[in-house]
């Protein structure tokens, strides 16, 4: 059974900061890894995905790194903004791309002015 | 493309009565899922459709819990007898199982038993 976890479950830094997000899975065969981001009430909004075969993403501020071997991804945020405040989740579904995908707890991020 | 929509986005309701939340999912997208997420936590898997089949049940879906996929497009969520742990955001996501497998929400439906 895949079990996802994310560490820390809360982050807070000033404005400006690089921040690096964890997330770490128990089963390396998955067929890719999300990570969203979700505002408090609201539905998840993806931000990158990583297909198994890849080693990372990018878009715009934010970097993801996928390491299947050692089964851990990581979300690099640059320069990080008061709007950036959210939840960070990350997923995994199974190596077929069928069925369940199975999401971490996520990490709080509170960016302060 | 207008998203996954969820309706209602709130639903409050006393104890034994029945909820049923809808999902249409992005047009083209054949696959749909259900997922449950109460506070603090992540996600969990409930079911999820390959157009009209259903083809994964979680054992978390109890025998109240049924979903539907008539045609393959959209799909229902209802909820019998509901009790006070059934209280959650339920959250719709949609993915085109040819491509990446990138999963796409809806702004979920929050239920709140009284």
């Known amino acids: 059974k895949q079990e996802v976890t994310q560490i820390p479950a809360a982050l807070s830094v000033p404005e400006g900061e690089n921040l690096v997000l964890n997330c770490s899975f128990t089963?390396?065969?998955?067929?890719?890894l999300q990570w969203f981001r979700q505002d408090p009430g609201k539905g998840l909004t993806s931000l990158l995905l990583i297909q198994s075969s890849q080693r990372e993403q990018t878009s715009g501020r934010l970097n993801a790194s996928l390491d299947k071997s050692s089964g851990r991804s990581t979300l690099y945020i640059a320069a990080s903004q008061p709007g950036d405040s959210a939840t960070y989740l990350c997923a995994a579904p199974g190596e077929t791309n069928a069925g369940k995908s199975t999401f971490g707890d996520g990490t709080t991020l509170t960016v302060k002015p | 493309d207008t998203g996954v929509s969820q309706n209602p986005r709130h639903k409050i309701t006393k104890r034994g009565q029945n909820v049923t939340f809808r999902c249409d999912p992005i047009s083209e997208h054949n696959r749909l899922y259900w997922y449950r997420q109460t506070l603090g936590q992540g996600p969990e898997f409930l079911t999820y459709f390959q157009n009209e089949a259903q083809l994964e049940k979680s054992r978390l879906l109890s025998d109240r819990f049924s979903a539907e996929r008539p045609k393959g497009s959209f799909s229902t969520l209802e909820i019998q007898r509901t009790e006070q742990g059934d209280s959650a955001m339920y959250l719709c996501?949609?993915?085109?199982?040819?491509?990446?497998?990138?999963?796409?929400f809806g702004e979920g439906s929050r239920l709140t038993v009284l």
């Open positions: 996501a949609s993915s085109l199982s040819a491509d990446t497998g990138e999963l796409f």
């Open positions: 089963d390396s065969a998955i067929y890719n």
